[in-house]
Structures are given as structure tokens and as C-alpha cells.
């Protein structure tokens, strides 16, 4: 029989660097889940992914058990860190606050690909640009 699903819960956690503080602590401490646990499971599932914000969706089930899915990090955090800078541009039709490279453009693409509703490189190599775009950071 399969187990009764009481709750879905959506963070963005630094890869490696889970901890009972907020906002894990809260939002799993509220559904009964071994707070210590989860960290413990995603910090070495995401050891090798350096400093990355990684998004995850934590499902959990009536016997107070979890499981997660991990998603690719955000296309502003890879465009960031591709073009050099710590943030996009306020007004991004008058500030450019960055550049990047169409092969840079692709290798975002290629890493966010999973998690786009294309299976085309080219349609998500678009979608990663209008991120871009939005941020203020040229495609050269």
C-alpha cells in the first residue's frame, strides 16, 4: 500500500550547507520530520556542487518519513556566476550589468535543461537568454 502524502514542501538551500536553522527547521519541523536527517541526506547528495543554490521539493508522508527531489539551480544564480558579477542590472533596458558568451549561454542551457518543458538545446538556449535579458546580461 502506498504511504499517505501529508505535505510538499519547496526550499532553496545552499548545496552542502543544510542546517536546522530557518528556513529548513520550520518548514520540516511543522510536519514531524527528523530535521536532522534531511540534513544529513541533502548535504551529501550536494557536497560536489560547490556553492549552489539548489532548489528542492521535500514530500512528506503521514509515518513522518521523506523523500526529495533535487532541481537544477536557479538560470539567474548559473547567468551570475557565467558572466562574473553579483547581481543584474535595476533597469535592465537602460544598465547592461554584464556579458556572456553564446557557448556559456549553451552550457547554462544544457544544465537547466532538465528542468525546462523542452528537450531542445537551441528553445532552451532562448529561454536561458530572456533570463538574460530580464538581468541586465548581454549575449555576445
Known amino acids: 500500500m502506498a504511504k499517505k502524502e501529508i505535505a510538499q514542501i519547496k526550499l532553496q538551500i ?5 542546517t536546522p536553522a530557518p528556513p529548513v527547521g520550520p518548514a520540516l519541523g511543522q510536519h514531524g520530520v527528523a ?6 541526506q541533502f548535504n551529501e547528495a550536494t557536497k560536489d556542487k560547490g556553492g549552489d543554490i539548489i532548489p528542492v521539493i521535500i514530500t512528506v508522508y503521514e509515518d513522518r518519513t521523506f ?10 544564480r548559473l547567468i551570475l556566476k557565467a558572466a562574473g558579477i553579483k547581481k543584474g542590472a535595476a533597469n535592465s533596458l537602460t544598465t547592461k550589468a554584464g556579458k556572456i558568451t553564446k557557448q556559456q549561454l549553451r552550457e547554462i542551457a544544457e544544465v537547466k535543461l532538465p528542468d525546462l518543458n523542452t528537450d531542445d538545446v537551441e528553445q532552451a538556449m532562448k529561454i536561458v537568454a530572456g533570463t538574460a535579458r530580464q538581468m541586465g546580461v548581454e549575449v555576445k
Open 14 to 18: 545552499q548545496a552542502g550547507k543544510a
Open 35 to 40: 530535521i536532522q536527517d534531511f540534513c544529513n
Open 67 to 76: 523523500t526529495f527531489v533535487m532541481k537544477t539551480p536557479p538560470a539567474s
